[in-house]
C-alpha cells in the first residue's frame, strides 16, 4: 500500500531518505507478494516467507504515513489556515490516481459485458467512505486507501491531542487494545461463518487496523528521545530489527501468535516502528538508496497498478515461468519478478507523471490562491 507519501518537489531539507526508502521495500515487497498469490508461480521453498508476510509490507506504509504526516505537518500546527492546507494536501495528493483507477475499472467492467459494480459501492469509493464498510471497495488493493483516507480525516485531532511522548503511549495502549478487541470479534465471526465471504473483515477494516497509526505515531515521538549517537540507535535497535525480521522469516516466530487474536500484527508493528525510528536518524546504504528512494516517491502508482500488471498478464507471466523453469528450477519466479517489477515501473511512471504530480501541483495551487485572498480584499 499504500501513501503518505513524499511530495515529488519537497523542500529537500525536509526529505527523509531513510523513510523514502522504507516505502521503496514496502512497494517491491507487495509487488512480490501479489506476484505469487496473483500468479500463482512457485517460489523456492526457502523464501516462502515471501508469500506468507511480505503481504504486511501494507501495514509498514501504514506505520510510515503516520510517521511522515506527524513530521510534515506538526511544525504548521497554529500558522494560518493549517488544517484546510491539510486537507487539500491530503485529497489532491491521493484522490486524482484514485479516481483515475475507478474509472479504469469501470472502464473494464463495461468493456467485459456490463458494470457489476453496484451505485452503493461506487458512491463509497468516491467519498473515501468505504473502510467502514464490509467489502465494498472493488479497486483490487484498493482497501487500505480506505484505511488510511479514514486516518487522515482523524489525524488533525490526533494532532492537536497527543502532543508528547507520554500521552502517545497512552494513545498506543490504548488503540492497541481497543483494536485488539475489535479484530478478535470480527475473526470470530469469519470463523463461525467462512462461508459468507472469503475475506476475513477483521484484517481489512478501518477499525482493526488504526493501532497501526498509532504506531508510526510514538514512533515520530521516539525520534525525538534518542540521540542521533545513542547506542541505542547505532546497535540496538538496529541488531534488534535485524534479528527480529530473520526469525520471523526463517523461524515463522511471528505467526505462532497468529491464532490469539492475531497479536502476530502487533508483533510486526513493533519491529516496523522501531525499523522507521532507525531509519529515520541513521539511514543505512541498504534502505536510503537512490533506487528504493525512486521507488519509493511511485509507491502510491506502485501499490494501485501493480495487481493490474500481474492479473491481466496472469496467462503470459505463467508461461514465461513454465519455460524458465528447465533452466532456473523454481528460482525462474525471480526471473519473472524482475520482468513484472519492470513493467509495473513503467506504468508507474506515466501515472506518476500524468496524475500525481499534476495533482500534487492542483492541490499547491489551491492553497497559494488561498493564502493571497486576504491580501487581495
Given at each position: 500500500?499504500?501513501?503518505?507519501?513524499?511530495?515529488?518537489?519537497?523542500?529537500?531539507?525536509?526529505?527523509?531518505?531513510?523513510?523514502?526508502?522504507?516505502?521503496?521495500?514496502?512497494?517491491?515487497?507487495?509487488?512480490?507478494?501479489?506476484?505469487?498469490?496473483?500468479?500463482?508461480?512457485?517460489?523456492?521453498?526457502?523464501?516462502?516467507?515471501?508469500?506468507?508476510?511480505?503481504?504486511?509490507?501494507?501495514?509498514?506504509?501504514?506505520?510510515?504515513?503516520?510517521?511522515?504526516?506527524?513530521?510534515?505537518?506538526?511544525?504548521?500546527?497554529?500558522?494560518?489556515?493549517?488544517?484546510?492546507?491539510?486537507?487539500?494536501?491530503?485529497?489532491?495528493?491521493?484522490?486524482?490516481?484514485?479516481?483515475?483507477?475507478?474509472?479504469?475499472?469501470?472502464?473494464?467492467?463495461?468493456?467485459?459485458g456490463k458494470i457489476v459494480t453496484g451505485f452503493n459501492d461506487i458512491f463509497l469509493n468516491f467519498t473515501f467512505a468505504f473502510g467502514l464498510v464490509p467489502f465494498s471497495d472493488f479497486i483490487w488493493g484498493g482497501w487500505s486507501i480506505g484505511v488510511e483516507m479514514i486516518f487522515y480525516v482523524v489525524f488533525p485531532v490526533l494532532l492537536l491531542l497527543i502532543r508528547n511522548h507520554k500521552t502517545t503511549l497512552a494513545f498506543l495502549f490504548a488503540t492497541t487494545f481497543v483494536c485488539y478487541l475489535i479484530r478478535s470479534v470480527l475473526h470470530a465471526q469469519h470463523l463461525r461463518a467462512p462461508t459468507l465471504h472469503r475475506w476475513d473483515w477483521s484484517y481489512f477494516s478501518f477499525a482493526s487496523n488504526f493501532y497501526f497509526f498509532a504506531f508510526g505515531l510514538y514512533a515520530?515521538?521516539?525520534?525525538?528521545?534518542?540521540?542521533?549517537?545513542?547506542?541505542?540507535?547505532?546497535?540496538?535497535?538496529?541488531?534488534?530489527?535485524?534479528?527480529?525480521?530473520?526469525?520471523?522469516?526463517?523461524?515463522?516466530?511471528?505467526?505462532?501468535?497468529?491464532?490469539?487474536?492475531?497479536?502476530?500484527l502487533m508483533l510486526w508493528a513493533t519491529v516496523f516502528a522501531l525499523f522507521t525510528v532507525w531509519q529515520y536518524h541513521n539511514p543505512s546504504r541498504a534502505v536510503a538508496n537512490k533506487f528504493l528512494q525512486f521507488v519509493g516517491e511511485r509507491s502510491f502508482s506502485i501499490y494501485l497498478l501493480h495487481p493490474v500488471c500481474i492479473t491481466l498478464p496472469k496467462r503470459y507471466i505463467q508461461e514465461m515461468y513454465s519455460a524458465l523453469t528447465p533452466y532456473f528450477s523454481e528460482y525462474a519466479f525471480f526471473v519473472c519478478a524482475l520482468v513484472v517489477l519492470g513493467v509495473v515501473l513503467v506504468f508507474s511512471e506515466i501515472t506518476y507523471r500524468?496524475?500525481?504530480?499534476?495533482?500534487?501541483?492542483?492541490?499547491?495551487?489551491?492553497?497559494?490562491?488561498?493564502?493571497?485572498?486576504?491580501?487581495?480584499?
Open positions: 500500500m499504500s501513501t503518505g507519501i513524499i511530495e515529488s518537489n519537497i523542500v529537500k531539507g525536509r526529505l527523509l531518505p531513510g523513510i523514502h526508502g522504507l516505502r521503496g521495500i514496502a512497494s517491491i515487497s507487495i509487488v512480490l507478494y501479489h506476484l505469487k498469490h496473483l500468479s500463482g508461480i512457485d517460489l523456492p521453498a526457502f523464501f516462502s516467507f515471501i508469500s506468507r508476510d511480505f503481504g504486511y509490507s501494507v501495514h509498514l506504509f501504514f506505520i510510515v504515513s503516520a510517521f511522515s504526516l506527524m513530521y510534515s505537518t506538526e511544525h504548521r500546527v497554529g500558522k494560518g489556515e493549517w488544517v484546510y492546507e491539510y486537507f487539500v494536501k491530503r485529497f489532491f495528493r491521493i484522490a486524482p490516481l484514485f479516481y483515475f483507477m475507478i474509472f479504469f475499472e469501470l472502464s473494464r467492467q463495461l468493456l467485459s515520530y515521538q521516539l525520534v525525538k528521545i534518542f540521540e542521533k549517537s545513542s547506542v541505542w540507535l547505532k546497535i540496538v535497535i538496529p541488531l534488534g530489527v535485524t534479528l527480529l525480521i530473520a526469525s520471523f522469516w526463517i523461524w515463522d516466530l511471528a505467526h505462532k501468535f497468529y491464532s490469539l487474536g492475531r497479536m502476530d500524468l496524475i500525481e504530480v499534476p495533482g500534487i501541483a492542483i492541490g499547491r495551487h489551491l492553497i497559494r490562491r488561498h493564502r493571497l485572498r486576504p491580501s487581495l480584499a
